[in-house]
């Protein structure tokens, strides 16, 4: 048996919080509640996409969603938090936003990473 790496999601001690279903409530609320109030929006407001490259404070904020999933992707990439690669990570980000991408991806991680 070897030991666990420290820092490792599936390390001792870490184990059983992380394997916890309060994940998977984080990422389904993270899902739910942003992409709904965007297919409210994008059904009853849409405007168009110049309407939206007009909103200066919209771009700013996908901007710095977009360099936020960036830099935790090569975080991701260069220190593995287990077993999912970390373009699963962008993926989930990209279909969910961060709030969804990071615990279900943190979820994944130590659901199989860990060996019972």
């Known amino acids: 048996m070897t030991a666990p790496t420290a820092g490792r999601i599936g390390a001792v001690g870490a184990t059983n919080a992380f394997r916890s279903p309060w994940l998977l409530a984080i990422a389904g609320a993270g899902f739910l509640v942003p992409n709904g109030v965007f297919m409210v929006w994008l059904f009853r407001e849409w405007n168009g996409f110049a309407a939206v490259m007009a909103n200066h404070l919209a771009v700013a904020f996908v901007l710095d969603a977009f360099v936020a999933m ?16 970390w373009p699963w990570f962008v993926l989930l980000s990209l279909l969910g936003g961060l709030g969804f991408s990071l615990p279900l991806y943190w979820w994944l991680n130590a659901r199989s990473g860990v060996q019972s």
């Open 70 to 85: 960036g830099l935790l992707a090569w975080s991701f990439a260069k220190r593995p938090i287990g077993p999912v690669r």
